[in-house]
């Protein structure tokens, strides 16, 4: 046989065993395994190269219990195939086999073929829905191809960035360098570029230590998107949980190309994490396509309505939600984890609505069976775990409820420091509250205040410069006439919608773009940065361009703000050197010389009391830190979102300026105890919608 081509030989499968799951290559063929608990029989169907010819139909001849199995000697990489299972059609019951459409390996490592929407894949009859489509795709369907998975690492370790040097950089691979300079022509928009030194060296300028990507599991889009002519450019819609995206390949390997990106950045310093999503499948509710899972074993796959199960639980969103109860279910979702660890060597996930993971019975179990597997598994001990917290099940908000050791997406920080800033509903008491870690949230439940991610602006929403100049979204290019994306964004467009060159609007822009970062950057717990947030870029007031693979959403580069990038590397150096806020619970208690490790202030230096904390009005607030993270000179941060200058009393001391972030780069030359013999300053001139920080000359 030729292994190169997978041109196998017709012959009857030997038995084969139960595992591993998928198709595997021992040196002297191929072993098949397919879950199909209510099957009556599962085939093998065998293709040429192409996927176009089918050139043998064998009956699996091994079942151990709901595993179906089968070897086929002399078998090798690049063998293309699929499968037809057999069994009952009750959708009432929850049964949808039907053997006239090809599926999908679940656990394939690679996909081939073009899927086209309009072609015979739906498992039911479009007229009458209780009926089985007779029609049979096996020439368009998907096929999965056995392959051969070596790779030389080259010594490849994990940078294991400290948890409190930890900032997060969301980025879409294609979106990041695809107008990116220095970046060649050929590999913009890919893991190579990616992975190209002007990519790297502008994540180090920056100072990020890890990078999130959005999903890169391979997708399909959904077939209202590919009416429009539009394309699912964020990815949320996982077709192979073990196959990386070939869309974003400047080759024709994919999966080499990704792993050189990851050793690339690794030698660099920087985590590689992935944005996952494995809370529902492309095959959509009831009328959507046969694809994989539904064909195999849908009563097993997803979470059926327990009255109707030929309607779909769709707490996802998107028609269907995957039932993590079932052991199988939760053997995919492991070993895809694992094999991402393991042969691809990413650092972590952020787990998309992630509650769906933690569904029981009952509703959602922080020790539920996910989560205990996830926390015994060696291969995933020291992974970084973050959760998108809430999806849209009931009960579906669970921000701070996930076990220990788990990261989680605040929104809370992200509301409070926007309204703080943006003249929305916010008292002083909420800000500090979002700054300091959100104890409410975390400290109550032994969590660590890293544990809370921070951040103003994701990829899902108005970037930061959006935030800043539109009132109300502009999604009419998604074709949904205006009616997607979020309506309640708590942003200011500062006096005028969208684009102007006022300079009195522009000028305010600048100053509460860099008053958000600062807040965001020097607050406890872990930032997340938006990818071109630091570069000013915008989306043109869309604050859901999931479907826009253009310009809208291609960092604009050409028109970044060198000022505005120079302004955040050097915020990321600060909170490097000086680390603020510690990764560890404040008390307000005073130390041995009297100074507390965490005090907050009035402008006249008084400390705050109740009344102060929940006025609803005042837009001023200082932080002494007694205790700061490195180092042992106290700190003072100032916050005035006012729109006029206000006078702010310094302890005792002297003081040293290392950010005001009105200035274009941050920096102010500004001392308390001016040579000369000048009396000391006991005032700081706190200007407008700022963010100052000042370090004490003399430690404690």
Request: charged content about 25%.
């Amino acid at each position: 046989m030729d292994t190169l081509t997978g041109a196998a030989p017709v012959r009857v499968l030997e038995v084969g065993r139960p595992w591993p799951m998928g198709a595997s290559c021992d040196g002297e063929g191929v072993n098949f395994t397919a879950f199909a608990a209510h099957a009556s029989q599962v085939d093998l169907c065998l293709y040429d190269a192409s996927g176009r010819t089918e050139i043998a139909r064998l009956p699996l001849p091994g079942r151990s219990g709901d595993i179906w199995h089968g070897r086929l000697p002399d078998a090798g990489p690049g063998l293309v195939y699929g499968y037809r299972v057999h069994g009952p059609w009750r959708p009432d019951r929850g049964h949808r086999h039907n053997p006239n459409k090809l599926l999908l390996d679940p656990w394939g490592r690679e996909i081939v073929g073009r899927h086209d929407p309009r072609g015979p894949h739906d498992g039911a009859d479009r007229e009458h829905p209780q009926q089985i489509d007779v029609r049979d795709n096996g020439r368009e369907a998907l096929k999965s191809r056995v392959i051969a998975d070596a790779y030389d690492w080259q010594g490849d370790r994990p940078p294991r960035v400290a948890g409190a040097d930890l900032v997060i950089y969301e980025a879409h691979v294609r979106g990041l360098t695809r107008r990116m300079p220095g970046v060649p022509e050929p590999l913009r928009g890919s893991y190579a570029g990616l992975a190209s030194p002007a990519a790297i060296a502008h994540l180090q300028r920056l100072g990020v230590t890890a990078i999130c990507l959005l999903p890169v599991q391979q997708i399909l889009d959904e077939p209202r998107l590919t009416e429009l002519g539009l394309k699912n450019y964020w990815g949320y819609n996982t077709l192979g949980f073990f196959c990386p995206d070939p869309r974003y390949a400047a080759t024709a390997a994919p999966r080499r190309e990704f792993r050189d990106m990851v050793r690339a950045l690794h030698a660099a310093g920087i985590e590689v994490l992935l944005d996952v999503v494995y809370n529902h499948t492309p095959e959509g509710d009831a009328r959507g396509p046969t694809l994989c899972w539904r064909g195999f074993d849908n009563l097993s796959w997803y979470r059926l309505e327990p009255e109707r199960r030929e309607h779909y639980v769709n707490w996802s969103g998107c028609g269907n939600t995957l039932d993590i109860r079932h052991p199988r279910v939760l053997q995919m979702v492991m070993d895809s984890l694992r094999y991402w660890v393991r042969e691809m060597h990413v650092d972590g996930f952020r787990f998309d609505l992630a509650p769906v993971l933690g569904r029981g019975t009952a509703g959602f179990e922080p020790d539920g069976p996910f989560f205990k597997a996830l926390l015994q598994d060696p291969t995933l001990q020291g992974v970084r775990l973050i959760a998108e917290p809430w999806d849209l099940g009931p009960g579906g908000y669970r921000v701070g409820q996930f076990p220990r050791g788990w990261l989680e997406w605040n929104d809370r920080c992200r509301d409070a420091l926007r309204a703080f800033w943006l003249g929305g509903d916010c008292t002083r008491g909420e800000f500090a509250l979002r700054l300091a870690g959100s104890s409410d949230l975390f400290q109550a439940r032994s969590r660590s205040p890293l544990e809370s991610v921070n951040y103003v602006v994701s990829h899902d929403g108005f970037t930061l410069a959006d935030l800043v100049a539109y009132d109300m979204r502009h999604n009419e290019a998604n074709g949904e006439h205006n009616r997607d994306g979020h309506g309640h964004n708590l942003s200011w467009n500062c006096g005028w919608e969208g684009p102007t060159t006022d300079p009195l609007v522009v000028g305010r822009r600048r100053r509460l773009q860099r008053a958000l970062l600062a807040s965001l950057l020097l607050a406890q717990g872990t930032p997340m940065l938006a990818a071109g947030d630091e570069l000013g870029h915008s989306q043109g007031g869309n604050n859901n361009p999931y479907c826009q693979d253009n310009e809208t959403t291609w960092i604009a580069w050409p028109a970044a703000d060198a000022e505005l990038l120079a302004y955040t590397a050097h915020l990321l150096a600060l909170r490097r050197r000086l680390l603020p806020l510690a990764p560890r619970w404040y008390t307000g208690l005073p130390d041995a010389h009297g100074l507390a490790d965490l005090a907050w202030l009035r402008r006249t230096g008084e400390p705050m009391t109740p009344e102060h904390w929940n006025n609803r009005m005042s837009r001023i607030v200082g932080a002494l830190i007694g205790a700061p993270g490195r180092g042992r000179s106290a700190l003072l941060l100032m916050f005035n979102a006012r729109d006029m200058d206000a006078g702010f009393a310094l302890p005792p001391g002297r003081w040293i300026c290392e950010l005001d972030s009105t200035q274009a780069d941050g920096r102010r030359d500004w001392v308390s105890h001016p040579d000369g013999g000048a009396t000391p300053a006991t005032h700081y001139e706190l200007p407008a919608r700022s963010v100052v920080l000042l370090r004490a000359a003399d430690p404690h």
